[in-house]
């Protein structure tokens, strides 16, 4: 059997209701908000990441229907679109595994850090005299070590055939 609590119980005026219902609504309405804020930058994420991909993409076509222009290679490594393809990739993860717990919201920070690095190592380089990461240097410098491992090589040959005729002409004297 259920048992009654002991005494009177304790009954809310129509004020106090009133207010408990108003803060009550005010915090989920926050809560609400709050959720379809983090929602709502990622949708613009994802809007705005596929459209640039599509700007990119869109292709040329003459008026008797021939391809001019494929538009610009999304596969292509180290072009803007894979950083693009890279953001959506990173929101959808952050997406999902915020549903397990809201810390993995704090993943977002991982793609202004990716921004500043791109940064850094591509254009504030540049600006402080270091060569970016990932090339050569410039063409000339390329130029100036060809042909230094050219002439190396010459050399390293000339080498080789100088030792020979030295050897086949103590042979021819002994």
């Known amino acids: 059997m259920k048992s ?3 005494g009177k119980v304790g009954t809310k005026g ?3 209701i009133y207010e408990e219902n108003e803060a009550t609504l ?11 804020l ?3 930058f990622a949708l613009s994420v994802y809007m705005g990441s596929y459209r640039s991909m599509t700007s990119m993409a869109k292709a040329a076509f003459a008026e008797d229907g021939a391809l001019l222009d494929g538009g610009i290679d999304l596969n292509m490594e180290q072009g803007m679109a894979e950083h693009l393809k890279d953001v959506i990739l990173l929101t959808a993860i952050v997406q999902v595994l915020s549903t397990l717990s809201s810390y993995f919201w704090y993943l977002w920070m991982l ?8 940064l850094w190592t591509n254009f504030w380089a540049l600006v402080y005299g270091r060569q970016p990461v990932g090339t050569g240097g410039s063409e000339r410098e390329e130029a100036e070590e060809t042909r230094a491992q050219t002439d190396e090589e010459i050399l390293r040959l000339q080498g080789r055939q100088t030792e020979q005729y030295f050897y086949t002409q103590n042979l021819i004297y002994r």
Request: positive net charge; aromatic residues 10%.
């Open 14 to 16: 129509k004020k106090q």
């Open 26 to 36: 005010k915090f989920y309405t926050r809560v609400i908000l709050g959720a379809n």
């Open 111 to 118: 793609a202004p850090f990716r921004a500043l690095h791109l």
């Open 4 to 6: 009654h609590p002991k």
């Open 38 to 40: 983090m929602l709502g």
